[in-house]
Every structure is written in structure tokens, then in C-alpha cells.
């Protein structure tokens, strides 16, 4: 059976921690996977990061579900003596976030390729109109929903069910996300937000300060921006829709689920990866000058 930890954090009204995979390969993206129970979901990202929609997404995804879940992480890179602390259990929810270049009749080959692989989710950027979101909501539900086709084998397998027991699955439980970026999308987000087969409003704050020209949201995102990140997050929630946010670590991410925020990211494997390697060393090299 299908296990979908990012739904069953959105039916609890409970937040939904994330990362973010940017790093081209399989190994990478399921050793995050395995980090934490507290990972709901991981987004493979085949628009800014290194993974190529085909074919590389869906190896990803499924070296992702192979993998299965997690418990504390493997004990190696945290100090400890080699023994795994890995407890088996529900792989994370893979969302995939597609490329989604190009006018929008051709966002729909790539909602379905990512869908097809086995993603529980799809993230499409930079959708600014109802009429666009409404084109991604179709792309990605099987009629009388929507017109996605059946075919592939893979979708099934990759949720454990029967392939007809497959579709109506998908088309109850596949998340389908669309990000706020531009001005206008922000303009739009009401009418975004009430387009029907749309789950998640997901906000791309560093190109949306950029497109709303205002400064960057590092450290701290200003007052103007937070004021159109509270009116994303209440359309979303006015037309009973999740709303997601990118963040750039565990405490803006905590302050973002205070603010009723349901879906956060946490980290990147890059940034995670540098950070811990950096943090080794400083401590290497600290405790030998001593």
C-alpha cells in the first residue's frame, strides 16, 4: 500500500518538514531520505538543481522508495561509532519540481513524466494565472478530473497498488503544487488558490522579493515581503488550500510553522553537505592549533 507522510501531515493539520534535493544522484537523495523521522517529504528538484527530468528523476525517486524510511540517521557523520541507528519505515513523500519552461502546453509532458516515475507530488513554477494553474490541475489528474493518460507501469509499482487501484489513488492523493513567485501571481493568488485540483500554493520567496522588487529575504525577509507572504498564506487557507514556503534551515522553518505554514523546507543536501564537512573541519582545526 501507497504510504504518503506529507498527506497524512496535511489530514493532521500537523507541519510538514521538508528537503530539498539539488545533487544529481540517487545515493545522495536516499541517504536524505533515511536522515530523519521527521522528514515528511523531499523534493527532487529537476529545475534549478543538477537532476535531469529524464531519466534521472525517476531513478531518484525510486532509489528513494527502495530505501525506505528512518529513524536518527546512520551514526557515522554524527560522531558515533559506526553502528547504524537507521530503524526501517515509510520512505518520505517524493515531490518532484518540474523544469515548466516554455509557454504552458508544454508543463503537461513534464507533469506527466514526474507522475509516472512515481512522484506523490509535482511543483510547478512560476504560475502567475488561474487559467495556468488550472491547465496544471488538468495535467495532472486521470479523467474525469483532469487528462492525464495511463500507461505507465511504474506509477503502480512505485505506490504498491494495482494500476487501476493506482488511479483513483492519484487522483485523491497526488499533491498538486504551484509556486507563487511573481507580481502576477500575488495579483492573482484568490483565484489561483480557489482553481479546483490545486493542493498546495508553494512560495519561492527569493524570486518573489526579486520580482516584487524588494530586497532579498537573507537573513530576514523585510516587512513589505512578509506582508505578501501572510496574504499568500491566508488565500491559500481561505479556499482550503496548504500553503508551502521555502526556508534556509531549521529555525526559520520553526518560525514559519508557528505562522500556520504547512509545508517547509528545512535544508538542501548541498547546503547540508557543506555545512557539515566546513564544521569538521573548523573543529579539526581548532583542536589543533591548541
Known sequence: MATHPLLRAFQARTPAFGAWIQLPSPFIA??????????????????????????GCAETIQAIQAGGGSGSGSGYGAGGAGKSDVKGGQAPSVVVRIPATGPSDSVGWQIKYALDAGARGVLVPMVSTPEQATAVAAASRFPPLGIRGLGSPFASQAWGLAPFAYVGAA??????????????????????????????????????????????????????????????????????????????????????????FDMISVTTDYDALTAGVAGQLRVASEKAAL
Not at 536516499?30 to 529537476?46: E, G, K, N, T, Y
Request: aromatic letters at 4%; one cysteine or more; charged letters at 15%.
Open 30 to 55: 536516499r541517504a536524505v531520505a533515511q536522515a530523519s523521522p521527521h522528514l515528511s517529504w523531499v523534493l527532487i528538484d529537476c529545475e534549478h538543481g543538477l537532476t535531469s527530468l529524464q531519466p
Open 171 to 260: 487522483n485523491t492523493d497526488v499533491q498538486v503544487m504551484v509556486q507563487i513567485e511573481t507580481q502576477e501571481a500575488v495579483q492573482n493568488v484568490k483565484e489561483i488558490a480557489e482553481t479546483p485540483g490545486i493542493d498546495v500554493l508553494f512560495i519561492g520567496p527569493f524570486d518573489l522579493s526579486m520580482a516584487l522588487g524588494l530586497p532579498p529575504p537573507f537573513p530576514v525577509p523585510g516587512p513589505a515581503l512578509e506582508a505578501v507572504l501572510a496574504q499568500v498564506l491566508d488565500a491559500a487557507h481561505a479556499a482550503g488550500k496548504k500553503c508551502g514556503i521555502y526556508c534556509a534551515g531549521g529555525k526559520a522553518a520553526a518560525q514559519r510553522a508557528a505562522q500556520g
